[in-house]
């Protein structure tokens, strides 16, 4: 039966809210206690803007800490500013929550997982979709992971992820 609802889209936008809010959240205050953010995004994703320099360095995926040393956080609706330092340096970088492929705080053992779908990859420049899809993370994140293909239909589990 064809999904006429559309309730893959309802799911992803729901947990996309989740880092809007737990942004929101910071945004004034900083992080509090122990908490920290490691977000991985699409670099050519439509929309996000990031140094050239850093592009280059990371041509199809990039994985940030918002932690210690960051500034000017800014939440808009689609999308959040932040000031990074890269070799000491401060960079602007501007990144739409549907670049986002994971989004983790560690010191909590949460993590959300988000998948590409044919939507989003009208919205990648340029990117080796094989290579994007199977590229290690630096963060293994296994418990308490929320991932959207555990609702498609026509999702078929991967026998090497059984946690």
Do not use: C, W
């Not at 989740?18 to 991985?40: A, N, S």
């Not at 360095?57 to 040393?69: D, F, G, L, N, V």
Request: net charge negative; hydrophobic share 35%.
């Amino acid at each position: 039966m064809q999904d006429l609802i559309g309730y893959d889209e309802i799911i992803e936008k729901s947990m996309r809210s989740v880092i809007f809010e737990t942004l929101k959240k910071i945004e004034k205050t900083g992080l509090p206690g122990k908490h920290y953010f490691v977000v991985t995004f699409a670099t050519k994703f439509q929309g996000v803007l990031i140094p050239k320099h850093i592009l280059e360095k990371y041509p199809e995926e990039m994985t940030i800490a918002i932690q210690h040393q960051f500034k000017s956080l800014v939440i808009e609706d689609e999308g959040f500013k932040i000031s990074l330092s890269f070799a000491g340096k401060f960079e602007k970088l501007y990144i739409p929550y549907r670049a986002i492929t994971s989004f983790a705080d560690p010191s909590m053992n949460f993590a959300l997982k988000f998948s590409m779908n044919y939507n989003d990859e009208d919205s990648i420049d340029n990117v080796d979709e094989e290579n994007f899809a199977n590229k290690p993370k630096d963060v293994d994140l296994t418990a308490k992971v929320i991932s959207l293909d555990a609702f498609r239909k026509n999702h078929k589990p991967n026998s090497s992820n059984n946690s």
